[in-house]
């Protein structure tokens, strides 16, 4: 499977991924080796990757609690202070294994520590293998307002090795899934429709699907890194799918959503938005919601959560001079970006999500 270049690094694959990552090692002369991990990935991927690692350096494991309620500053610090006890230098090198919370941290713990060290994203689930791998962007949650501090910053590499799924229970897969959906909506109808027989590819198919993923983030995200065009197409569902997560992250009577459930909310909700705008038909609608619904379980959110929920809107750092922006599905597989939407609207979209 072909590497592909993004934007002054390399996504490799599969076996590929570790000969480049093992010749890069050779061709540097790093002082040492940080991992990067979680508890989960700790136990379930370090074990695997360990063994086609080649090197003489001294490698340091630095392992912190997993979850998204972790990724935060607080984190960050303990990791800066244990790279700093352990002796790590500029010409240290960062591996950062786990999935979008580590490569996240992980990434803004490197970009910043003594002003910056290499790193390397090795993704174990499959939100991050076909989302956080591509675009540079690295950070860390303000208290339960998602990625609100960090930098753009790009890795050495990313490798990915579809052979890590195999530690992901079925909701995470499921999760992953959510931006491959979204991918298809905002860029490549073909794409999107052939999730419409998911049974029959999930598995047969996965190692392509994941790569055209991979592709199609990467085809945007390189016209514009820093997100002031283009790239905006890539929050379609996230404007009102990371204030939902938000909501149900920190509130004490709703269960914690994973990303892809929350996204798959958040483009149910911004479909309907698209179809009352007059961007999208009827039928495409009908096929963007029920195909989403067969995947995730609907979410009881009640009226005395939409308040609240639209409250953290407020908060998003797509927003801009005080205003709320939407990029909206013009047609399955298209886009239209600085959409504004008044609030009556997004109130019937979630009455509409309910039915």
Not at 55 to 82: H, P, Q, R, S, Y
Not at 113 to 142: E, H, Q, W, Y
Not at 161 to 190: C, F, V, W
Request: charged share 25%; with cysteine.
């Amino acid at each position: 499977m072909q590497s592909i270049q993004a934007n002054n690094y390399l996504v490799h694959f599969n076996q590929t991924a570790y000969e480049a990552l093992n010749n890069h090692l050779k061709e540097n002369k790093y002082s040492n080796l940080f991992i990067i991990v979680d508890t989960q990935t700790n136990e379930y991927c370090l074990p695997k990757f360990l063994p086609l690692l080649e090197t003489d350096l001294t490698i340091e494991i630095i392992e912190f609690e997993a979850g998204e309620i972790n990724k935060n500053i607080e984190t960050c610090i303990e990791i800066w202070k244990v790279l700093t006890e352990l002796g790590a230098d500029r010409k240290s090198l960062i591996i950062n294994l786990g999935g979008g919370v580590v490569t996240d941290l992980g990434g803004f713990v490197a970009s910043t520590f003594k002003r910056g060290v290499d790193f390397i994203n090795i993704p174990t689930t499959l939100l991050s293998m076909v989302d956080a791998s591509v675009g540079g962007k690295t950070g860390v949650d303000l208290g339960n307002l998602k990625n609100q501090i960090g930098v753009i910053n790009v890795p050495q590499m990313v490798l990915i090795d579809i052979n890590y799924l195999e530690t992901l229970p079925q909701g995470e897969m499921r999760s992953g899934l959510a931006e491959m959906l979204k991918h298809g909506l905002i860029y490549d109808a073909a794409y999107w429709r052939q999730f419409l027989n998911l049974k029959a590819i999930l598995y047969d198919g996965l190692d392509a699907l994941i790569y055209r993923s991979v592709e199609i983030k990467n085809n945007i995200v390189i016209q514009d890194p820093t997100e002031k065009n283009i790239r905006k197409a890539l929050n379609f569902g996230h404007t009102l799918g990371h204030a939902i997560e938000s909501y149900f992250l920190e509130s004490e009577t709703k269960t914690t959503l994973l990303h892809g459930e929350a996204i798959a909310i958040g483009m149910i909700l911004e479909s309907y938005i698209s179809l009352q705008k007059g961007l999208i038909t009827e039928t495409e609608y009908a096929e963007i919601k029920s195909n989403l619904k067969s995947i995730y379980d609907d979410v009881e959110i009640e009226e005395n959560d939409i308040d609240p929920i639209l409250e953290l809107l407020i908060h998003d750092k797509k927003n801009e001079y005080g205003l709320i922006q939407f990029a909206l599905i013009e047609g399955i597989g298209k886009i239209k970006i600085n959409q504004s939407v008044e609030n009556k609207l997004i109130l019937d979209a979630f009455q509409d999500y309910k039915y």
